[in-house]
């Protein structure tokens, strides 16, 4: 397959150091789909994920329905898929009494879980191409990231929109916050670590102290959200913080998840200016999360279809790596990997 025109140069070079995102992105023509909001699909089926520990809740409660969701979204295509750590956390696991040896165990089933539904997805479908209606597309090996939500995501008070920490909060801190989950995910083997719904600097700061003063070596990707289109939540310079991630080599690509669709194409655009790192980009429905109550409103979010409109131009501006955060399905992975096919499809014919 030949890769894509607006690739930069330099970015395919780099992939000499053996960097797991963009061998990816060689093999897949220069942009992939990854997978769709993983809380909202175990949602979708029924699981009851209003808990401190949200989504995680279901490592211990209905593991298997965390397989299929793995399952639907590489079905529609998905070339990365997310774990359901997001919101586990050691000291979260042991509010609720479990030990920390089994909330060590948790952690490290979340990866497992995903990484057997690859394999055993791909054995199956290696050599398939989907062609059903709503999707085309040549299925990829997928790479299994270990999701790490923010402080805020721990705090479960919805400070992940608007990293408002207090003044008492401090890098130090939050390294120690991160530190032991980040160790205990890091050795259960995915490919990829995904810090996701980064609200502010001090956290990425945190956060690229930590992956070198721990000398991780699973390359690491850094998803910010804005609600503006030009700063991080907080209010922070969106262009200093992709620069500090561009400056640390354990970070291979960085973008923003859990923002709504409008604000995106500006903040490749910001974002593509500092860094030739490759972006992804796995924006929210639109809808608006309501802390309080917990839950999304205003179903004024865009539909599947309003969604897709905007692939294009979110690949053309620099985004290598495009799917969906909450309120996103396997059906919108799905219509997101078939734009992206045809794209290929036209580049390759050329
Ligand atoms: C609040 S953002 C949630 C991200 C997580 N990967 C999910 O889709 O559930
Ligand atoms: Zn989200």
Redesign the pocket.
């Known amino acids: 397959m030949g890769r894509t025109i607006d690739v930069p140069e330099d970015t395919l070079q780099e992939s000499e150091t053996s960097n797991v995102v963009l061998e990816l992105l060689k093999q897949a023509g220069g942009c992939v789909v990854t997978?769709?909001?993983?809380?909202?699909q175990?949602e979708r089926h029924g699981a009851n994920i209003n808990d401190p520990l949200?989504?995680a809740v279901c490592l211990i409660t209905m593991p298997d329905l965390i397989r299929k969701v793995h399952r639907e979204y590489l079905e529609a295509g998905a070339a990365v898929i997310?774990t359901a750590s997001?919101?586990a956390t050691i000291q979260g696991f042991e509010m609720r009494g479990l030990s920390t040896k089994d909330s060590e165990d948790l952690l490290q089933l979340s990866v497992r879980i995903a990484r057997e539904e690859r394999d055993r997805f791909w054995k199956e479908y290696q050599n398939k191409v989907h062609t059903g209606p709503g999707q085309a597309g040549s299925y990829h090996h997928a790479l299994v990231a270990a999701?790490i939500?923010s402080y805020g995501?721990y705090l479960a008070d919805g400070s992940?929109y608007s990293g408002d920490y207090g003044s008492f909060v401090t890098v130090e801190k939050l390294k120690n916050f991160h530190r032991r989950r980040l160790l205990v995910l890091a050795d259960a083997g995915p490919d990829l670590l995904?810090f996701?719904?980064i609200p502010c600097k001090l956290e990425i700061q945190a956060l690229v102290e930590l992956l070198d003063e721990e000398k991780i070596r699973i390359p690491a990707w850094v998803a910010l959200?804005s609600k503006d289109g030009v700063n991080v939540v907080n209010g922070d310079s969106l262009t200093d913080c992709v620069g500090l991630l561009d400056n640390c080599t354990k970070v291979v690509a960085v973008g923003i998840?859990?923002t709504p669709p409008r604000f995106i194409l500006d903040l490749i655009r910001v974002a593509r200016k500092v860094t030739s790192k490759p972006i992804m980009v796995y924006p929210?429905s639109g809808e608006h999360?309501d802390a309080v109550i917990k839950q999304w409103v205003e179903c004024k979010g865009s539909t599947d279809t309003d969604f897709v409109s905007h692939v294009q131009e979110w690949r053309k501006a620099g985004a290598q790596l495009i799917g969906g955060?909450?309120r996103t399905t396997p059906n919108t992975i799905r219509a997101i990997s078939r734009v992206l096919y045809e794209h290929t499809q036209v580049y390759a014919a050329k």
Do not use: P, R
């Open positions: 997978d769709g909001g993983f809380a909202t175990l949200w989504s997310s997001y919101q999701s939500g995501a992940e995904a996701e719904t959200n998840n859990c929210n999360y955060c909450c």
